[in-house]
């Protein structure tokens, strides 16, 4: 079965300037999941979807951030424009509902 | 108080030991619950689930509390190779919000 595809996997880019990461969840999952992860600390949710529809974006900071899920399918994460506290790697994730998650491998973004 | 708490750590263990750490959640209402292993610089991978009559898998041994509000995870025997960061992760209501734990850093030692 293949796993949740992200990329780019690694991301340099300068600040206030913009970025999008992608991702493809395991066939059939409903809930689609992204996560900022800085060095040392646990996953933070940026944003949880159900299907096409948004559950959770609570610690999405909207200003800069958005993300939509095409189709209940596929799904980007935009950081516009990027600050250099951004600097991390975005996980993106997937599960049935209350199910286990499956991770991407991330990217791992650099802001100078 | 944090919604899930772990202790981060670092615990060091020799080789061969056995350790267990906890992660306390604070909704009773919670219905799942996970343990993530994080490899350096790797995404976390599933470790297990958690299951209200506890679960075993090899050397590996989670357990639910309810009561207290807490999970555990039990590492016997332990190998060079479990030295990683553990992660809980609690699934909130039925509005399927969850919350991770910061992680708990394990090293074993030769």
């Known amino acids: 079965e293949a796993g949740v595809a992200q990329s780019p996997r690694y991301k340099i880019i300068e600040k206030r300037q913009s970025v999008a990461f992608w991702c493809n969840p395991i066939?059939?999952?409903?809930?689609l999941y992204w996560y900022q992860q800085i060095l040392g600390q646990g996953p933070k949710l940026l944003i949880q979807?159900?299907?096409?529809?948004?559950?959770?974006d609570s610690q999405l900071p909207k200003d800069r951030f958005s993300a939509e899920r095409l189709k209940g399918v596929d799904s980007t994460l935009k950081i516009q424009p990027a600050k250099l506290e951004d600097s991390a790697v975005y996980l993106c994730?997937?599960?049935?509902?209350?199910?286990?998650?499956?991770f991407g491998p991330g990217t791992r973004l650099t802001v100078t | 108080r944090k919604e899930v708490e772990q202790d981060p750590g670092p615990f060091n263990v020799p080789e061969g030991a056995t350790v267990a750490f906890n992660c306390t959640y604070s909704?009773?209402?919670?219905?799942?619950f996970f343990w993530y292993r994080q490899d350096c610089r790797k995404e976390p991978k599933l470790l297990m689930s958690?299951?209200?009559?506890?679960n075993e898998d090899g050397r590996f041994t989670a357990q639910l509390n309810r009561a207290s509000q807490y999970i555990s995870l039990l590492i016997r025997d332990s190998k060079l190779s479990d030295s990683a960061t553990y992660l809980c992760?609690?699934?909130?209501?039925?509005?399927?919000?969850?919350?991770w734990g910061a992680g708990t850093k394990l090293i074993i030692k030769p």
């Open positions: 994730a997937s599960s049935p509902p209350l199910g286990e998650q499956y």
């Open positions: 066939s059939g999952h409903a809930t």
């Open positions: 979807f159900q299907n096409n529809g948004v559950v959770d």
């Open positions: 909704n009773s209402a919670s219905q799942s």
């Open positions: 958690v299951y209200s009559s506890g």
């Open positions: 992760v609690v699934w909130g209501d039925s509005n399927y919000q969850l919350i």
